[in-house]
């Protein structure tokens, strides 16, 4: 597939980010049905399951991981949905603790370092359908779970497991903490929704600590006061150092496509840049694309360049474990 090519007058990376996330994403043929997973603290995630007319146990089996804010109802989760289903793929849209079909279903809220949830959903689905490829997906925060999954797997094998890819994912968290604070408008935004998803998932466990933001609130506030002492984290800082996939990536035994964008606003690309050479790991590093926009031509008359990107590198991986 040809290079990432911005459309015309949308080079600015701000504009892709942006108005790739304003964009609206077609539903149309994708139905879904949910299934809950128990995790091992007895908290429970959703997964919206999709399923072509024409699949069959023994065909592939994709799981979606959304990002920070995000949930199964995010653009780009259905986009990449629809075009797996209709590629015949049976595709999983996890929603992570607290977030989408499962806020009442966890008593705690998701974080970066939530891979062991991740592995859970696919042990179920190993079980359900023993003699299918699995294919795994994931998406800025989601992207660094996916990858931190696949490092770990290295010592815990999933042998159904064929092929991971991650898309702008914050693989130096403390890296990207800092290019974020330095964007007041990006920072804020995801502050406000994720205090928002707090209250709502809150409202649900009244026996829980109650939790008070202040006026103004940040995103290394947020985790201050909320996913570091909720998670056992000394403080943010502490977080972002532990819960970042940057050490596990040269470790994965799983062919691994991991794909972002030099100028996106909060990614940082330099760890990108430093990975060693691995077997099993291939990095595609686009001069454009802002944070999950890649509004260029798709080859296929569409514009979500990095998502067809994405569906083939996998289904590529499938045919190869077939």
């Known amino acids: 597939m040809h290079s990432f090519r911005p459309l015309p007058l949308l080079g600015n990376p701000h504009v892709q980010t942006v108005l790739g996330s304003l964009l609206a994403a077609p539903t149309r043929g994708l139905s879904s049905t949910i299934m809950t997973v128990e995790l091992a603290d007895g908290d429970q995630v959703a ?39 209709h590629r015949g793929v049976r595709v999983y849209r996890m929603d992570l603790r607290g977030c989408g079909a499962g806020v009442k279903l966890a008593r705690r809220f998701y974080n970066a370092a939530c891979s062991a949830d991740i592995r859970s959903v696919l042990e179920r689905l190993q079980v359900l359908h023993p003699d299918s490829p699995l294919l795994l997906a994931g998406f800025s925060l989601g992207g660094g ?6 490092g770990e797997s290295a010592d815990r094998p999933m042998t159904a497991l064929c092929a991971v890819a991650a898309v702008a994912p914050p693989l130096d968290l403390v890296r990207c903490s800092v290019l974020i604070e330095r964007q007041r408008f990006y920072d804020a935004h995801y ?20 939790i008070c ?8 506030q947020f985790d201050d006061l909320y ?57 595609h590093i686009a001069p454009h694309g ?14 979500r360049w990095a998502e067809r990107r994405v569906v083939d590198w996998l289904l590529q991986r499938a045919a190869t474990r077939n």
């Open 191 to 210: 502050a406000r929704k994720l205090a928002r998803d707090v209250r709502a998932h809150a409202a649900h466990f009244t026996d829980l600590p109650p």
């Open 290 to 303: 802002g944070h999950l926009g890649f509004l260029g031509a798709d080859g296929q008359g569409g514009i």
């Open 47 to 85: 997964a919206h399951d999709s399923v072509p007319a024409a699949w069959r146990q023994g065909d592939s089996v994709a799981v979606l991981v959304h990002g920070l804010g995000g949930c199964h109802r995010s653009s780009y989760m259905r986009r990449v949905a629809l075009r797996l289903v």
């Open 227 to 283: 996913t570091a002492p909720r998670w056992g984290y000394a403080d943010a800082l502490d977080y972002y150092r532990q819960a970042s996939s940057l050490p596990w990536v040269a470790r994965t035994p799983v062919p691994t496509f991991l794909l972002t964008a030099r100028d996106d606003p909060f990614i940082a690309v330099e760890p990108f840049e430093a990975l060693p050479n691995a077997p099993h790991i291939e990095v």
């Open 213 to 220: 933001f202040p006026r103004g609130l940040t995103l290394r």
């Open 145 to 150: 779970i996916v990858v931190k999954l696949a």
